[in-house]
């Protein structure tokens, strides 16, 4: 097989997978493992985790978006943590590192088109996502309640307000109390109850520029 007709099989996909190949070229796994390998040290093929690669530039019909990739390289995933909240403005930097929750085992990529880590969460968590436009393409990211939980839920320690203000914070009209108070009730944390309680009385002395001490 020759890359023209490795584009051919992927029908100008942007990334593909190795089981795919072999499925559609009926090759032997093998023999598509040495050729790949060939392929990616001539740059006409790049690595994006252990069986799964891009067409090389020059190569795709197709840009990459890395937030989707973060949603292929481990399925099912949605983006969300410091990721999410940097992408919602809720905090004011933004996050380099794809962080995304799975209810797979915790695993961290690194290739060419960015840092991919992935965070496990029990399937019963496995909620509050939806589907948002980034990069022209489909992209599931937690909302920004679920964002606020999964990063909270993920970092040891109580979030009090002080801790809250650290965080610098910002963006509250972007957060819905009665959803992030319904998403915190599913998870059946005292911790998490805390959190939210002392969300609101931070978000409420912050908008009323009432510095937390």
């Not at 795709?60 to 995933?77: C, F, Q, T």
Request: aromatic fraction near 14%; glycine fraction near 6%; hydrophobic fraction near 40%.
């Amino acid at each position: 097989m020759n890359i023209d007709s490795l584009i051919a099989l992927t029908g100008g996909l942007p990334y593909f997978d190795l089981q795919a190949i072999a499925q559609l070229s009926g090759e032997p796994r093998h023999t598509l493992r040495v050729q790949l390998c060939r392929w990616a040290k001539l740059g006409k093929i790049v690595p994006l985790r252990r069986g799964m690669y891009a067409l090389g530039t020059g190569y795709r019909r197709h840009s990459i978006s890395p937030a989707a990739l973060a949603n292929r390289l481990i399925s099912p995933s949605y983006l969300s943590f410091q990721w999410a909240l940097g992408y919602y403005g809720l905090i004011p930097e933004m996050v380099i590192t794809y962080t995304s929750a799975t209810t797979r085992m915790p695993r961290t990529f690194q290739n060419e088109f960015g840092k991919f880590k992935y965070k496990h969460i029990k399937r019963d968590f496995f909620f509050g996502y939806q589907a948002v436009e980034i990069d022209h393409q489909q992209v599931q990211v937690a909302m920004p309640e679920k964002a606020l939980l999964d990063f909270w839920h993920s970092e040891p320690g109580e979030w009090t307000e002080e801790r809250m203000d650290s965080m610098r914070f910002q963006g509250f009209d972007m957060v819905s109390l009665k959803r992030l108070e319904e998403f915190a009730k599913r998870w059946d944390s005292p911790r998490l109850i805390r959190a939210v309680i002392n969300w609101r009385v931070f978000v409420r002395m912050e908008t009323k520029g009432v510095k937390v001490l």
